[in-house]
């Protein structure tokens, strides 16, 4: 089997070598694409990709329920029903599908708290990784590239900030703001960003003495344009890696911070509050755990999933690698 | 280039004591390039070359000397003007796989000066031409679209070739644009650089260690040796009657294609080292190793002096 697929691979080349021969090419080559072609292009990489394209379908629903939570969610999810309280999941002993996941100490749907949880869970994972990202890879590109002072200027800010308790800035923070989500997203931000700055400036780094990147100076790029263009794609695979392990980070950690009183506010609705809040009976009611906690894991899961799509997309070599084999297949198959 | 000196610090003064050394890379180095016509630049690893070349195109920043493009001084050319000037001057690398960027198709590649230097305003309106200059560099149309991994060492170094000649400029610098390249291909990139060279008038500084393919496309060669040129002049003189002992040497490492004659040959095969650039000595650098050496050639530093009309050497012994 692997090796009917290299000798497509093989075949792949050889076709594309034939000079000239454009007739054949026709399916395969990338003649001047259109934006919608080259979209529908990505969609049929995508559907190939089967793990990203079920993170992908995960994803869509996670979000498609938080915006529409409303009329999604079965229960109102701070009405409380002390008869029902500490209900089981709907196929454990004593569970009924008027709550599917059951309800907390309060009598709760934890289903309801979930959906409408996700909304600050997504946000701040989101807003976090936008606000900490954008700042870090730009200081970092920027030290990487420039060199000399703003370098030093950039890395010791990084040094500093890494030497500061980040507990320390979300207490002080949450003592002067009070506490809210956007207490949580500040301090989440000034906490995250430096990791963003190191690893690209080591790419930048290492990238910059590249014989392209010497090119594309000789060739008369101005800086910015070396900068943007050969340098920061070079970026992608290890900033979508890092970003997933962030996310992962930022949800868990503004579950810590809420937990501590310092994040949003402990009526507010989110997973990190439910787990946290449900810790305390997790011996007779483990779905209270379990749900959001399982939750977190799946997200985190279908965010990887999607990220490792985008990181073969994003690199000619690897994309021609593992779709090239499916266009020629098809193109075969089209064309008899 | 006049007095072109060279000199890279190494290690980072330190805090206390500003001790400082410096790599004496290039030292006094002169010569001129004259219209349409092709330079060869030749001499061991570490001699220098590559970073003349690099000078040249005002890639490093010299200690002392000027640098004249069309009569024009450029040393201190920097920013816009700079910028300006590299329409008339490019580089084709020695590393055809390194010098492409892999995320870019060819089209993009070749396209990329000519939009840099607003000549045109997108990739698209730049195809036709791209397509053209891609034909003139020997390959076909379907290439544009592929990106740089589909291709073999030669055909990358003519998409290389091909970006470089997009601007057409009047000036390039090959540095060493064959020697990563496989012996059946050196031919054809040798060939087409030429084939450019009558076809657009281009002058060519040819920087390569392989002294066959020097002799095959230059009108005049140079000789380094640690950083100096000790020898310059046509090709068939230098090629015939070198002078310098360095040069000689050089020359009789080259393989004769017949055996009978090869085996009869008398090759000069020199003992020692460079000598060290960070400390370089005070008289002929090339005097520890010269079968030739006088007393003379330790103290003093023997300079290019014209031995025939077309012909310098730096040698105090001959």
């Given amino acids: ?8 691979g093989v075949d792949l080349h050889d076709v594309n070598s034939l000079s000239g021969d454009e007739q054949t090419l026709a399916g395969i080559s990338r003649h001047g694409r259109t934006r919608t072609a080259k979209a529908k292009e990505l969609l049929v990489e995508l559907w190939h990709d089967r793990a990203g394209f079920i993170g992908v379908c995960f994803l869509s629903m996670l979000v498609i329920t938080a915006v529409f939570a409303p009329l999604v969610a079965p229960h109102n999810p701070r009405q409380q029903d002390l008869v029902n309280r500490l209900q089981p999941p709907v196929w454990s002993d004593g569970g009924d599908w008027s709550f599917p996941l059951g309800t907390d100490g309060l009598g709760r749907d934890v ?49 500093t900030q890494v030497a500061f308790p980040g507990l320390l800035i979300a207490i002080l923070l949450a003592a002067m703001i009070g506490p809210s989500v956007r207490t949580v997203v500040i301090v989440l931000s000034i906490n995250g960003w430096m990791i963003y700055a190191r690893m690209a400036r080591g790419v930048v780094l290492s990238v910059k003495e590249t014989d392209y990147v010497e090119a594309a100076e000789i060739i008369g790029c101005k800086p910015n344009r070396v900068m943007w263009r050969h340098i920061f ?68 899961l279908s965010v990887s999933l999607v990220a490792s799509w985008l990181r073969v997309v994003a690199d000619p070599q690897e994309r021609e690698k593992k779709y090239g084999a499916t266009q020629i297949r098809r193109h075969i198959k089209d064309n008899g | 280039m006049d007095h072109l000196t060279i000199h890279f610090p190494v290690g980072r003064s330190r805090l206390l004591g500003r001790q400082q050394q410096v790599v004496h890379a290039v030292e006094d180095v002169s010569f001129s390039i004259n ?21 040249i195109l005002r890639r490093i920043d010299p200690k002392r000397g000027t640098i004249r493009f069309r009569g024009r001084d450029i040393t201190q050319s920097s ?19 390194a010098s492409l960027n892999p995320r870019m198709n060819v089209l993009d590649l070749v396209a990329e000066p000519l939009i840099v230097h607003g000549i045109y305003n997108s990739t698209d309106d730049a195809r036709e031409y791209v397509l053209e200059l891609l034909e003139q560099c020997g390959l076909s149309a379907d290439t544009a679209d592929r990106f740089p991994h589909a291709f073999s060492g030669g055909q990358r170094q003519r998409i290389g070739i091909a970006r470089a000649i997009g601007l057409r400029p009047e000036f390039i610098v090959a540095d060493e644009p064959v020697s990563a390249l496989d012996v059946s291909i050196r031919a054809q990139v040798v060939n087409l650089l030429q084939d450019l060279q009558d076809e657009l ?15 095959h496309i230059s009108n005049r060669v140079a000789i380094m040796y640690a950083g100096q040129i000790v020898e310059i002049a046509d090709r068939d003189t230098i090629y015939e009657r070198p002078l310098h ?22 090759r000069i095969v020199l003992s020692g080292e460079i000598p060290d650039t960070l400390e370089p000595p005070s008289g002929c650098r090339f005097a520890s190793r010269c079968p030739l050496v006088e007393e003379r050639c330790h103290v003093e530093m023997p300079s290019l002096s014209p031995r025939s009309e077309t012909h310098d050497a730096a040698c105090w012994v001959r």
């Fill in chain 1, 1 to 8: 089997m692997t090796l009917g697929r290299n000798d497509e």
């Fill in chain 1, 111 to 159: 289903l309801s708290r979930l959906i409408f949880g996700s909304r600050v869970s997504i946000f701040v994972g989101l807003a976090v990784l936008a606000i900490a990202g954008l700042v870090g890879v730009i200081l970092g590109v920027l030290a990487g590239y420039r060199g000399g002072f703003t370098d030093r200027f950039i890395m010791r800010l990084v040094d």
């Fill in chain 1, 233 to 300: 794609p070079n970026l992608a695979a290890p900033l979508t890696t890092l970003a997933v392990l962030e996310f992962a980070r930022i949800v868990l950690a503004e579950a810590a911070l809420s937990f501590l009183g310092v994040g949003v506010k402990r009526t507010d609705l989110s997973w990190g509050l439910d787990v946290a809040s449900g810790q305390e009976q997790i011996f007779n009611s483990w779905w209270l755990v379990v749900m959001p906690g399982v939750l977190i894991s799946l997200t985190v």
């Fill in chain 2, 35 to 55: 219209r349409g016509e092709t330079l060869g630049l030749a001499g061991e690893s570490g001699s220098g070359k590559t970073t003349t070349g690099r000078a």
């Fill in chain 2, 79 to 97: 920013g816009q003007a700079l910028r300006h000037l590299r329409r008339h001057m490019q580089l084709v690398f020695q590393d055809p796989y």
């Fill in chain 2, 201 to 215: 008038g281009i002058t060519y500084l040819f920087i390569a260690h392989d002294l066959s393919v020097v002799r």
């Fill in chain 2, 245 to 266: 002992p360095y040069t000689e040497a050089l020359l009789s490492s080259i393989p004769v294609p017949n055996p009978q004659l090869q085996r009869d040959r008398r």
